[in-house]
């Protein structure tokens, strides 16, 4: 976890934002859609905002946060959900904490608050030290962190998207048996937190007919190898495949070995070599 004393000094630091904000909830809700300055988010049923924790793992039944954490982002728990459109009551669920309390869950996510949040629709731990963000009902891409990947893109239950080293700019260079594998990001419309730029967003039309989703010109896709939220086994796979980090960035593709120089010997029968991973897949998938 984040050290507590980073998440300190984040709290310090973030400067908020002006709110023009308004609820709307239906009778006994526990839930609700909230209008404020970062949008229409999930706040509680008295418009206290909800907030995700990009270090914490969507449907792994955990949270990340504790001690001093959890007193600076104290946990939402609901015993009941009362919900209305457009939110779906089947979206939330709950965890049973180290601690044995509860705590409600949003496609897995687990909610908190944030102690310095006052009034409705406040939105005063938005973006605190890069990994705490509200929780638009409309959201189509959110970010995960881990220290050994940084912080990267997911769709909204926290399964992992990739880049494609090949890959150039708004061109997919994954087809065919690569797609199989690694399955084109399309969303029509790309909701993502403050911490992203709508503009990195884009989409490019596939020749067989996807409209997919690409993030700082580079086309976006998942895994079929990861097989539950916060897998992220394409990692460095051939050297090629990336998880798609927020930077928009991979390393540079593998040098090509120079043809080796070519000599006159005695004929002799072919060496038998084993298949390996690049032997097998020299497409990059």
């Known amino acids: 976890m984040l050290a507590l004393a980073i998440l300190g000094a984040g709290c310090m630091q973030y400067q908020a934002q ?29 418009g206290k905002t909800l907030y995700y924790f990009a270090r914490d793992t969507p449907s792994s039944g955990m949270s990340t946060c504790y001690g001093q954490c959890a007193a600076l982002w104290p946990v939402f728990s609901a015993n009941t959900i009362v919900v209305s459109p457009p939110l779906v009551s089947s979206d939330f669920s709950s965890i049973t904490r180290t601690d044995g309390t509860t705590q409600t869950t949003y496609r897995g996510w687990p909610l908190y608050y944030f102690q310095s949040d006052s009034g409705t629709g406040s939105v005063n731990g938005e973006g605190i030290t890069g990994n705490w963000f509200v929780i638009r009902p409309d959201e189509t891409v959110m970010v995960a962190q881990r220290d050994t990947l940084g912080t990267y893109l997911t769709d909204t239950m926290g399964n992992t998207l990739y880049f494609f080293g090949k890959d150039t700019n708004g061109v997919s260079a994954c087809t065919g048996a690569c797609l199989a594998k690694w399955p084109a990001f399309s969303v ?11 503009s990195d967003f884009g989409s490019l039309a596939r ?22 939220p916060g897998d992220a086994n394409g990692e460095g796979f051939l050297n090629v495949w990336y998880v798609a980090n927020i930077t928009g ?5 593998p040098a090509t070995p120079a043809p080796a120089a070519t000599t006159t010997m005695q004929t002799m029968a072919p060496a038998t070599t084993a298949a390996t991973p690049s032997s097998m897949s020299s497409g990059g998938y």
């Open 18 to 46: 002006p709110q023009t904000a308004g609820t709307t909830s239906p009778a006994g809700a526990t839930i609700t859609v909230t209008a404020t300055s970062l949008g229409n988010i999930l706040t509680d049923a008295q």
């Open 188 to 198: 029509k419309t790309v909701s993502a937190p403050s911490i992203l730029n709508p």
């Open 207 to 228: 020749p067989d007919g996807i409209n997919q989703t690409t993030y700082r010109g580079r086309p976006l896709y998942y895994f079929v190898n990861d097989t539950k």
């Open 249 to 253: 960035t991979v390393p540079a593709l």
